[in-house]
């Protein structure tokens, strides 16, 4: 029960951090100091990323309409393709590339010398920075792509490069790349949010697969439960906070998000270098 209680914690601070732009594997790499669970470090270490696909169906819950391409006509049943919500797909997909070939590649590679406290407190404070740069930068300017189906495949390639950077750079928050990616080329907040989160769906399940493949499929009954149960809170507590952040980003910016992450990298940094070294 105890192992069940961590689980849900893990489950909480993913559904909070995956979404919002202050990197889940920050928080992840923080919790795990304070509330270890008894599991293998390989568990572990597949379990960090499996329990973001509770954090995926949250998003295939919300966008269900904007992401399935198939529309019924309740007049005559017949069963139609939308266009816009193909080529919507067409550009996830170029936006997913780079990321996906260097995961495949390098996937062990970067864990063993990216995956640290170093390279996320660094992270965490020079991408807080870059936040505040660029929101300071374009307060006041209008936004030139306004809607989801007007991304060009030219600002997915951007804002896929920028994901890149999150997939190398632990602490770096895929979110917050993406969403930072697209707002500097002008693409409105919501619509830079909106893209993100549908571009979650095939990188985490395509990061969730790798180490599942990798972990085998021997999973005892206590690590299916602790899995499940972390997966589900994701789930639930992902739901509210999507609504929350499409919400705040209406009528707010991110400078908020930008000083949070640099108080936190400078909180890394004083736990791992001076208190637990």
């Not at 568990?43 to 499996?50: Q, R």
């Not at 493949?213 to 809170?233: Q, R």
Request: charged share 15%; aromatic share 12%.
């Amino acid at each position: 029960m105890v192992e069940l209680l961590k689980a849900a914690l893990f489950g909480v601070v993913e559904g909070i951090t995956e979404w919002l732009p202050v990197s889940s594997t920050g928080h992840m790499i923080l919790l795990d100091e304070f509330v270890s669970m008894h599991m293998s470090a390989m568990f572990m270490k597949m379990f960090m990323v499996v329990i973001q696909l509770g954090a995926i169906l949250a998003v295939v819950l919300l966008y269900w309409k904007t992401i399935w391409p198939f529309r019924r006509d309740p007049g005559t049943g017949k069963i139609s393709v939308d266009r816009d919500t193909i080529m919507l797909w067409c550009r996830v997909v170029v936006a997913c590339l780079p990321a996906a070939v260097v995961g495949i590649l390098a996937d062990d590679w970067l864990d063993v010398h990216f995956r640290n406290w170093q390279v996320v407190s660094v992270m965490l404070i020079l991408v807080g920075i870059a936040f505040i740069v660029i929101e300071n930068r374009n307060a006041g300017k209008k936004p030139v792509t306004k809607r989801l189906r007007d991304i060009t495949f030219r600002e997915a390639v951007i804002v896929g490069l920028f994901q890149l950077i999150a997939a190398i750079f632990p602490g770096t928050s895929r979110s917050g790349a993406t969403i930072l990616g697209g707002i500097m080329i002008e693409i409105a907040r919501p619509v830079a949010a909106q893209f993100t989160f549908i571009l979650a769906i095939p990188v985490m399940l395509g990061a969730s697969l790798l180490k599942i493949v990798k972990y085998g499929l021997a999973f005892s009954g206590m690590e299916l439960a602790v899995l499940f149960t972390g997966m589900l809170v994701a789930f639930l507590v992902s739901v509210l906070v999507i609504r929350f952040i499409m919400n705040y980003i209406r009528t707010h910016d991110f400078r908020i998000f930008g000083w949070y992450r640099i108080i936190l990298g400078l909180v890394v940094i004083l736990y791992f270098a001076l208190i637990r070294r």
